[in-house]
């Protein structure tokens, strides 16, 4: 049975860095794209990063870009967004997601449920 746990979400203040780590487990994780969208109380789920099975294509937010990069560890099966100079508007539950990478959410087949992430100002 695939599964996607999310970890590593907390309180944090604006300015400040986190990681977050998605682990995956049922699912070939070397050969799936990943993905980890957003998603905040009265909103669709937003797209926020993206890669391929190996790491050599990723995508990302505009209002992530430059600031976020996610990373996929096919030995441990895990995957990471570094997300640094965070700011109060990237307070939202943040899900993992595995299948075609890409930013359209309907690409993943497999989601995690998600961990929160809230930054203060």
């Known amino acids: 049975q695939a599964q996607l746990t999310e970890s590593g979400g907390g309180l944090v203040q604006a300015g400040d860095s986190l990681r977050l780590s998605c682990t995956a487990s049922?699912?070939?994780?070397?050969?799936?794209?990943m993905g980890w969208f957003r998603q905040v109380p009265g909103k669709e789920r937003e797209f926020v990063a993206t890669?391929?099975?190996?790491?050599?294509?990723?995508d990302y937010a505009d209002s992530v870009k430059g600031r976020f990069t996610i990373s996929k560890d096919n030995v441990a099966d895990r995957l990471y967004p570094q997300m640094n100079t965070l700011k109060p508007e990237d307070t939202a539950t943040y899900f993992c997601?595995?299948?075609?990478?890409?930013?359209?959410?309907?690409?993943?087949?497999?989601w995690g449920q998600g961990t929160q992430v809230t930054v203060s100002s």
């Open positions: 997601a595995a299948g075609n990478p890409g930013q359209d959410r309907r690409n993943y087949q497999y």
């Open positions: 890669t391929s099975w190996n790491g050599d294509e990723t």
């Open positions: 049922g699912i070939d994780f070397t050969w799936i794209g």
